[in-house]
């Protein structure tokens, strides 16, 4: 039986990548176990790591001119290079989210700006019924907003849907990020608003007896 001797318990550790799960072991010192396959150095410092590389190569061959290290990265770089792999999904699936947003605000707005300025005839004769541009406005912003909240809704039941596809690119995260889709659903809310708002204000100012004379 082998005796060791404990001088210290240090936290979890991701060894085997920052998208695994802890590993459990133990620190060795060689001095206890000298057959190490896989023998590394580590060092903390308090100045920037990447200058202090030559350092502490220069400090490693004042003891052994002969020692060769193989490698010396920071710790920046070795997080970063584990997660290479990973990123360029994650930056394409990105783009398309933001391109996709992009062209869903952009659609939104073009198809119910059409679609109220195609009402102001209509609005017109509601006019010189008796309704008043607020009574207009609330017509038209509450129609429009009706086919985007739905499209909203099924846009995040379709985000928790697509979790265990989300949940495999990523890691330390959350696929269901609230704040990411609140913040989407408010900025497809306020398009659909201002694209209802602006045409329904300009028809709402409309004269109605032009309107009725067109009619």
Not at 27 to 50: C, I, T
Not at 104 to 128: D, K
Request: proline share 3%; charged share 20%.
């Amino acid at each position: 039986m082998t005796s060791w001797e404990i001088v210290g318990v240090v936290a979890d550790e991701k060894g085997n990548g920052l998208d695994q799960t802890e590993d459990v072991g133990a620190y060795a010192s060689f001095a206890q176990d000298p057959v190490v396959v896989g023998l590394g150095l580590v060092a903390r410092v308090h100045e920037d790591s990447g200058k202090m590389i030559k350092s502490i190569e220069r400090a490693v061959w004042r003891v052994d001119k002969n020692q060769v290290l193989d490698n010396p990265m920071t710790m920046g770089r070795i997080k970063a290079e584990s997660v290479t792999y990973r990123r360029l999904p994650a930056v394409l699936l990105g783009g398309f989210a933001l391109l996709a947003l992009l062209l869903a605000c952009t659609g939104i707005y073009g198809v119910l700006s059409f679609v109220t300025a195609g009402r102001t005839q209509e609005l017109g004769v509601r006019a010189a019924l008796g309704a008043s541009r607020g009574d207009l406005v609330r017509l038209v912003v509450g129609g429009g907003s009706i086919p985007v909240l739905v499209g909203v809704a099924l846009g995040l039941g379709g985000a928790v849907g697509l979790t265990r596809f989300i949940r495999s690119m990523l890691f330390a995260t959350s696929p269901l990020d609230a704040t990411n889709l609140m913040t989407v659903a408010v900025l497809l809310l306020v398009v659909a608003l201002a694209a209802c708002l602006v045409p329904a204000w300009r028809a709402a100012r409309a004269d109605p007896m032009s309107a009725l004379r067109q009619e």
